[in-house]
């Protein structure tokens, strides 16, 4: 390949993981307001913390059950297409919560977000997938996970002010309009690499037209190092969750920080979080262009990184703030580490099947978002947040424990 074409196809890729990289950030700040907004929310009109679970958790009850139909749609649905759909759907969809005042309205505005987030990261590891070789991918996908951790550390704060500026309700309307910007951005920006290539488009081969049969999705849930990344990405998300739902409710509420306190020392966590999972990638991949086994450069971060997620319990044995912060960033940090789980998906994935696989992982993991806030606001009920903590580092090691015993020899499953 001459230096011109590869200058061009290193741009074109810088130019994919940038938009894959912003659109997770706008995914998550839509994901993240209803936490930034539920101490001012709840105290307005009158819900409680088992209220608030329930709004919480009604955004992962549609994610979780839509992933599976929204991988196979992303097995057939153009990206360019797709992703500009979903992004105006769920924008709209956060806009509407600043008009809303009813319990019923919100849950029903969370779970038709739920509905339309569900095909991103699926279609993200498929777009990945088809740009990025093998050995550039986990950087490829701790580049554009990093938009979660980087995204939140700074536009927490940002929220907080947009909230203390315009209320509550404006934050999500602020929200809502930002996405559907983006949404037009990315449908004239993103091209597929078929369409950047200079192939005639009568010479590129026909691609082969897959057929979904329902034995597919039976062949998902037949193996038992699939069973290992879903359980694990179901313990990795636990610790997300609580960052993305009850983290502002926790240090205001529970710990006595200033909402100035919960804007910036709180998003320090989240900026570990960012530092882990570009560690992760750019550490796997090293290791794997150095001949270390899969086993070692893929699993590793994995299981480190959940491992330090354990410090997370250490928070109710201390008062400081300082110390407070500091655990809790160890913490994030490690699930920052673990983050490049999605590796496996194209690892492990039967042959056609990246994306029905991406969404039983996805599936998995995002019941998180539907069983970790309702049992986190039972437990705080009472007004003591400590074995709240202790359920997410139990979470963390049963994460650890499936990758270290359930996956097994890191090789792509044959369908026979």
Same mark, same amino acid.
């Given at each position: 390949?001459?230096?011109?074409?590869?200058?061009?196809?290193?741009?074109?890729?810088?130019?994919?993981?940038?938009?894959?990289?912003?659109?997770?950030?706008?995914?998550?700040?839509?994901?993240?307001?209803?936490?930034? &907004?539920? #101490?001012?929310? *709840?105290?307005?009109?009158?819900?409680?913390?088992?209220?608030?679970?329930?709004?919480?958790?009604?955004?992962?009850?549609?994610?979780?059950?839509?992933?599976?139909? =929204?991988?196979?749609?992303?097995?057939?649905?153009?990206?360019?297409?797709?992703?500009?759909?979903?992004?105006?759907?769920? *924008?709209?969809?956060?806009?509407?919560?600043?008009?809303?005042?009813?319990?019923?309205?919100?849950?029903?505005?969370?779970?038709?977000? %739920?509905?339309?987030?569900?095909?991103?990261?699926?279609?993200?590891?498929?777009?990945? @997938?088809?740009?990025?070789?093998?050995?550039?991918?986990?950087?490829?996908?701790?580049?554009?996970?990093?938009?979660?951790?980087?995204?939140? &550390?700074?536009? $927490?704060?940002?929220?907080?002010?947009?909230?203390?500026?315009?209320?509550?309700?404006?934050?999500?309307?602020?929200? =809502?309009?930002?996405?559907?910007?983006?949404?037009?951005?990315?449908?004239?920006?993103?091209?597929? #690499?078929?369409?950047?290539?200079?192939?005639?488009?009568?010479?590129?081969?026909? +691609?082969?037209?897959?057929?979904?049969?329902?034995?597919?999705?039976?062949?998902?849930?037949?193996?038992?190092?699939?069973?290992?990344?879903?359980?694990?990405?179901?313990?990795?998300?636990?610790?997300? !969750?609580?960052?993305? @739902?009850?983290?502002?409710?926790?240090?205001?509420?529970?710990?006595?920080?200033? @909402?100035?306190?919960?804007?910036?020392?709180?998003? !320090?966590?989240?900026? /570990?979080?960012? /530092?882990?999972?570009?560690?992760?990638? $750019?550490?796997?991949?090293?290791?794997?262009?150095?001949?270390?086994?899969?086993?070692?450069?893929? +699993?590793?971060?994995?299981?480190?990184?959940?491992?330090?997620? @354990?410090?997370?319990?250490?928070?109710?044995?201390?008062?400081?703030?300082?110390?407070?912060?500091?655990?809790?960033?160890?913490?994030?940090?490690?699930?920052?580490?673990?983050? !490049? $789980?999605?590796?496996?998906?194209?690892?492990?994935?039967?042959?056609?099947?990246?994306?029905?696989?991406? =969404?039983? /992982?996805?599936?998995?993991? %995002?019941? *998180?978002?539907?069983?970790?806030?309702?049992?986190?606001?039972?437990?705080?009920? =009472?007004?003591?947040?400590?074995?709240?903590?202790?359920?997410?580092?139990?979470?963390?090691?049963?994460?650890?424990?499936?990758?270290?015993?359930?996956?097994?020899?890191?090789?792509?499953?044959?369908?026979?």
């Amino acid at each position: 390949m001459s230096t011109d074409k590869s200058h061009q196809k290193s741009k074109e890729r810088f130019k994919v993981l940038t938009l894959i990289f912003l659109s997770v950030v706008i995914n998550y700040m839509d994901r993240s307001n209803m936490a930034v &907004a539920a #101490p001012l929310l *709840s105290a307005e009109l009158g819900f409680t913390t088992v209220h608030m679970g329930y709004i919480f958790a009604a955004f992962g009850v549609t994610y979780a059950l839509m992933q599976i139909p =929204g991988g196979i749609l992303v097995d057939y649905v153009k990206p360019r297409i797709l992703y500009p759909f979903i992004l105006t759907a769920w *924008s709209l969809a956060t806009l509407v919560q600043g008009f809303v005042s009813s319990i019923a309205a919100l849950i029903g505005c969370r779970m038709a977000i %739920g509905v339309f987030e569900a095909p991103s990261y699926p279609a993200n590891n498929k777009i990945v @997938t088809a740009w990025f070789s093998e050995e550039e991918r986990a950087s490829a996908i701790a580049a554009y996970t990093s938009g979660q951790f980087i995204g939140l &550390a700074f536009l $927490t704060p940002v929220l907080l002010m947009i909230q203390a500026s315009f209320g509550w309700r404006g934050l999500f309307i602020i929200s =809502g309009l930002i996405g559907i910007v983006w949404a037009a951005i990315w449908y004239f920006v993103y091209r597929d #690499p078929s369409d950047v290539n200079e192939v005639p488009k009568e010479d590129r081969p026909k +691609k082969e037209v897959v057929v979904f049969e329902w034995k597919n999705l039976k062949e998902a849930f037949s193996h038992k190092k699939l069973w290992g990344i879903y359980i694990g990405q179901f313990c990795l998300g636990g610790l997300l !969750i609580f960052f993305l @739902t009850w983290f502002p409710t926790y240090l205001m509420e529970f710990k006595g920080f200033s @909402t100035l306190k919960t804007g910036f020392l709180g998003s !320090i966590p989240y900026i /570990f979080a960012f /530092f882990g999972v570009l560690i992760s990638g $750019t550490l796997s991949d090293f290791l794997v262009r150095k001949g270390v086994s899969k086993e070692i450069s893929r +699993k590793a971060p994995i299981i480190t990184g959940m491992l330090l997620s @354990t410090s997370i319990v250490g928070a109710n044995y201390v008062e400081s703030e300082f110390a407070v912060i500091a655990l809790l960033s160890l913490a994030f940090f490690g699930n920052g580490l673990a983050s !490049i $789980t999605w590796v496996f998906v194209s690892l492990l994935a039967p042959e056609r099947m990246v994306g029905l696989v991406g =969404g039983c /992982f996805n599936f998995i993991g %995002g019941l *998180s978002g539907v069983i970790v806030p309702i049992i986190i606001g039972y437990l705080v009920e =009472g007004g003591d947040f400590k074995p709240a903590l202790l359920f997410i580092g139990m979470l963390a090691l049963i994460g650890l424990s499936s990758y270290l015993f359930l996956v097994g020899k890191v090789e792509q499953i044959e369908v026979k």
